[in-house]
């Protein structure tokens, strides 16, 4: 694992990364960046600490409102969904039959 030195709001941090994994950590660095800066120069707020909680709501919030993409799918066939539905009611008896 390697460690990348980024700078967010004006401060500089060391994060670890994954190898490969720089890509989408200086994405995420940038859109983090972005944020706290926007609600920054909006004016109201100046505590570091508190442009953090508002920009990790913000974009948590971006996050949750995103529609599932196909992509982004799990696909599970047939076949192993129901072999697992039998393995779980194996497992729990003839009392609590799953389905």
């Not at 076949?79 to 799953?98: F, N, S, T, V």
Request: charged fraction near 25%; glycine fraction near 6%; hydrophobic fraction near 50%.
């Amino acid at each position: 694992m390697k460690q990348i030195e980024v700078t967010i709001l004006g401060q500089s941090y060391v994060l670890a990364c994954p190898d490969g994994g720089e890509p989408a950590l200086m994405q995420a660095v940038s859109q983090v960046d972005r944020e706290m800066t926007a609600i920054r120069d909006a004016g109201r707020v100046r505590a570091r600490e508190r442009i953090a909680v508002l920009s990790a709501l913000n974009l948590a919030y971006q996050l949750a409102e995103r529609p599932v993409l196909a992509a982004d799918a799990v696909v599970v066939e047939p076949q192993a969904l129901a072999d697992a539905i039998a393995r779980i009611d194996q497992a729990i008896g003839e009392d609590g039959q799953l389905i």
